[in-house]
């Protein structure tokens, strides 16, 4: 299983980012997909998931609003569209799928793609 994250980079308070995740190795469009955040010197955290449909969607409560959550399982990816983004946004984000297909939350994690960072300078 591999899940290649990328779109991370250096941008200002309020400005916005995309972020992408391609998956391979996996039935991507029959899983949960979701994305998790790791500031410096904190653990990681839920950002957002979302149903193998496209259908439901959940997250954090510190980015509902800003964020938003997506996928094209035609092409195997997943996005994660940053707006208004904020220094405590500032973290190494990573994609995950859950093996199952089940919308449970939170979110059962069992596949990690390797983080891309994200720096938001105030």
């Known amino acids: 299983v591999q899940l290649q994250a990328s779109g991370g980079g250096l941008v200002q308070a309020g400005g916005s980012l995309r972020l992408s995740c391609a998956a391979s190795?996996?039935?991507?469009?029959?899983?949960?997909m979701g994305w998790f955040r790791q500031a410096p010197g904190k653990g990681r955290e839920f950002v957002s998931a979302?149903?193998?449909?496209?259908?439901?969607?959940d997250y954090a409560d510190s980015v509902k609003g800003r964020f938003t959550i997506s996928r094209d399982n035609a092409k195997n990816t997943l996005y994660l569209q940053m707006n208004n983004l904020k220094p405590e946004d500032t973290a190494a984000y990573y994609c995950?799928?859950?093996?199952?297909?089940?919308?449970?939350?939170?979110?059962?994690?069992?596949?990690w793609g390797q983080g891309t960072l994200v720096t938001v300078s105030s």
């Open positions: 995950a799928a859950a093996r199952s297909s089940l919308w449970t939350m939170p979110m059962n994690a069992d596949y």
């Open positions: 190795g996996i039935i991507f469009g029959n899983k949960v």
């Open positions: 979302i149903s193998w449909s496209g259908g439901t969607t």
